[in-house]
C-alpha cells in the first residue's frame, strides 16, 4: 500500500510564507511526476505545480515567480515554498504522485490527505 503524507500547511499572514512537504511510503517500483494541487471553498481542484523525475518543474500561471517545487528522489518527498502569499492562496493543498506500487505493471496516480493553507490577516 502507497500513502502519501503531506505536512507543513498552516494560518500565516498576506506577504508571508510555508513550505509544504509530501512524502510517499510503502512498497513502490518508482516515482514519476510529484505535484501539487489546490482546492479552495466552492471551487474544483485545480493544478498548481508539478515537477518530473529529473527535475522540469511547471507551474500555473498565477503562482510563477512566487512558488518553487522542488523533489528529493532519495527521500522519496516533494516540497512547495510558497512566497509572497496572497488570500487567495487560500486553499486545501493536496500532493500527487504518479507511483509504479510493487506488484503492479502500471503507475498511477496517489493522492494526498490535504493541507490547509490559510492566508489571511
Known amino acids: 500500500q502507497v500513502q502519501l503524507v503531506e505536512s507543513g500547511g498552516g494560518l500565516v499572514q498576506p506577504g508571508g510564507s510555508l513550505r509544504l512537504s509530501c512524502g510517499a511510503s510503502g512498497r513502490f517500483f518508482s516515482i514519476n511526476d510529484m505535484g501539487w494541487y489546490r482546492q479552495a471553498p466552492g471551487k474544483q481542484r485545480e493544478f498548481v505545480s508539478t515537477i518530473t523525475s529529473n527535475g522540469g518543474a511547471y507551474y500555473v500561471d498565477s503562482v510563477k515567480g512566487r512558488f518553487t517545487i522542488s523533489r528529493d528522489n532519495a527521500k522519496n518527498t516533494v516540497y512547495l515554498q510558497m512566497n509572497s502569499l496572497k488570500p487567495e492562496d487560500t486553499a486545501v493543498y493536496y500532493c500527487?504522485?504518479?507511483?509504479?506500487?510493487?506488484?503492479?505493471?502500471?503507475?498511477?496516480?496517489?493522492w494526498g490527505q490535504g493541507t490547509q493553507v490559510t492566508v489571511s490577516s
Open positions: 500527487k504522485a504518479e507511483i509504479r506500487a510493487a506488484g503492479s505493471l502500471i503507475t498511477g496516480d496517489h
